[in-house]
């Protein structure tokens, strides 16, 4: 891989969902392949943790990728480390005014977007007895709101054929103690796959969702509490250990890519078997 490219990426999206080849030839008459060349690829939530893992892994594929946050300084930074190819439009995806501006964003570039990954999600939890109903919606407005109208919104931009993947969480297909509206949130967003895929169906759009187990970000240190917590949650991994974020990546390079072209409407869990044994 690498060296200078000697004819330009084209690895967009046909109408009817196939790749257009991606190979291109290096300075040195290398073949170089990235699985998302010429590609655009919005990602939500990614200054840090596994949309920022997702963001570096479609870059070093070859796509342009757009990244949202809300702290400024944080993505400004990002976008920094992550180079040109990206680029950061401030927000919040919970508000349907910011996703409004990023839309306008990514119509700005002129292009079609060719995979979405709505990834920003979390949120506070409290006890059963405990919840407020401002919780309560905040949870909600971020997991289940504001994952669908990032869909929504996107739907005049994206490419007949594109790729959609939406961050769910093996919690939605469980009752952990204590976290009744987060789980319930990530169901929700797994159901989305289901049914955008079927609404999108005219349009080979491939919608799925992607099911993190516990991987090791700022937003999973802070949900989880101290290291104990962590070792009690590594132990119940088959695999031993807390995820990478860029482990998850992979899997979303997978959803994102003509890799997965017969999958749609699935859900993709990256847990080292947590939920699975
Ligand atoms: N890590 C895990 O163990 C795990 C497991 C299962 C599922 N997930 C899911 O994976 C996704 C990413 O989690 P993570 O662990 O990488 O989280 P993280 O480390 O907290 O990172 C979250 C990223 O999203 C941004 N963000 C948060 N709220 C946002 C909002 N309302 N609008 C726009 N951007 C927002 C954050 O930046 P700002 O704070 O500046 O906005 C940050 O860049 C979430 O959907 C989460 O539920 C994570």
Redesign the pocket.
């Known amino acids: 891989m690498g060296g200078r490219r000697v004819s330009p990426p084209q690895g967009r999206t046909r109408p009817d969902g196939r790749s257009i080849t991606t190979t291109t030839t290096s300075s040195r008459g290398q073949t170089d392949m990235g699985q998302l060349d010429g590609a655009l690829a919005v990602v939500?939530?990614?200054?840090?943790?596994?949309?920022?893992a997702i963001a570096a892994r479609f870059v070093a594929e070859g796509a342009d990728v757009v990244l949202?946050?809300?702290?400024k300084d944080?993505?400004d930074e990002a976008v920094a480390e992550l180079g040109p190819r990206v680029t950061g439009v401030p927000?919040?995806?919970?508000s349907l005014e910011d996703l409004d501006a990023l839309m306008d964003a990514v119509r700005a570039t002129g292009r079609p977007v060719d995979v979405l990954v709505a990834?920003?999600?979390?949120g506070s939890e409290a006890p059963l007895a405990e919840m407020t109903p401002d919780l309560f919606d905040g949870v909600t407005d971020?997991?289940i709101r504001?994952t669908f109208f990032t869909v929504q919104k996107a739907l005049p931009l994206l490419a007949d054929g594109a790729r959609v993947v939406l961050?769910?969480?093996?919690?939605g297909s469980n009752g952990d103690r204590n976290h009744a509206t987060y789980n319930a949130s990530?169901a929700a967003v797994r159901s989305f796959a289901r049914t955008m895929t079927n609404d999108l169906r005219e349009r080979s759009i491939r919608v799925n969702a992607l099911?993190?187990?516990?991987?090791m970000?700022?937003?999973?240190s802070?949900?989880v509490g101290g290291e104990e917590s962590i070792r009690r949650i590594a132990e119940a991994v088959p695999v031993g250990r807390i995820g990478r974020?860029e482990e998850v990546a992979a899997a979303a390079l997978f959803l994102a890519s003509q890799e997965s072209s017969f999958v749609a409407g699935a859900e993709l869990v990256v847990d080292g078997g947590m939920s699975q044994v």
């Open positions: 939500t939530g990614g200054s840090q943790g596994i949309g920022r949202t946050g809300r702290r944080v993505l927000g919040d995806a919970s990834n920003a999600g979390g971020l997991n504001g961050v769910s969480s093996i919690s990530k099911s993190p187990g516990p991987t970000s700022v937003g999973f802070d949900f974020p």
